[in-house]
T-cell receptor, first 112, second 111 residues
Framework: DAMVIQNPRYQVTQFGKPVTLSCSQTLNHNVMYWYQQKSSQAPKLLFHYYDKDFNNEADTPDNFQSRRPNTSFCFLDIRSPGLGDAAMYLC???????????FGPGTRLTVT | EDKVVQSPLSLVVHEGDTVTLNCSYEVTNFRSLLWYKQEKKAPTFLFMLTSSGIEKKSGRLSSILDKKELFSILNITATQTGDSAVYLCAVASSGNTPLVFGKGTRLSVIA
């Protein structure tokens, strides 16, 4: 059974057109993460929620926002996607602490 | 600054070979080291290591941690083409600071 679900799996958007990626989890984990991964690179953490506490990485562009309306769901909003934002976006969860055992399948974003 | 270095960055072997992937780290307040396998999708968890010298094993894969020398190895015996993937190493420190990932080792197993 899927435990971390991401939708859509593939997203094509136009330059500058806002896009929202979603993540849901059935694990009841209190920490949720959003990573950006470009080709042949390690995942790069954008931000994470510890319960409702939002933690933004210092180098995450302002163009990227996130919402976590409840324990199960987390959204990544890209307000004005640029060509450089084309990447795989990974959602992950963990219990208290930072040991990630569960990643979602990812959303591959293409910007045209 | 915390860092994780994996070597080699890429590796090509023939089916049946045994491979050893390396991960060294410099992290403040080390808690655990994790290995993931990533094919053309999200990383899947392989092992979590917290104690030195205790081998974790799953089928043909095994891993061990040396906290004194600050490294871990991932061994794959009798490799198969299905082992072809990027293997990521990540280190967790105490508290809630995020994982630090290495750049990965791209393993290609050819028939």
């Amino acid at each position: 059974d899927a435990m971390v679900i991401q939708n859509p799996r593939y997203q094509v958007t136009q330059f500058g057109k806002p896009v929202t990626l979603s993540c849901s989890q059935t694990l009841n984990h209190n920490v949720m993460y959003w990573y950006q991964q470009k080709s042949s690179q390690a995942p790069k953490l954008l931000f994470h929620y510890y319960d409702k506490d939002f933690n933004n990485e210092a180098d995450t562009p302002d163009n990227f926002q996130s919402r976590r309306p409840n324990t199960s769901f987390c959204f990544l909003d890209i307000r004005s996607p640029g060509l450089g934002d084309a990447a795989m976006y990974l959602c992950a969860t963990s219990t208290s602490g930072n040991t990630i055992k569960y990643f979602g399948p990812g959303t591959r974003l293409t910007v045209t | 600054e915390d860092k994780v270095v994996q070597s080699p960055l890429s590796l090509v072997v023939h089916e049946g070979d045994t491979v050893t992937l390396n991960c060294s780290y410099e992290v403040t307040n080390f808690r655990s080291l994790l290995w993931y396998k990533q094919e053309k999708k999200a990383p899947t968890f392989l092992f979590m290591l917290t104690s030195s010298g205790i081998e974790k094993k799953s089928g043909r894969l095994s891993s061990i941690l040396d906290k004194k020398e600050l490294f871990s190895i991932l061994n794959i015996t009798a490799t198969q083409t299905g082992d072809s993937a990027v293997y990521l190493c990540a280190v967790a420190s105490s508290g809630n600071t995020p994982l630090v990932f290495g750049k990965g080792t791209r393993l290609s197993v050819i028939a």
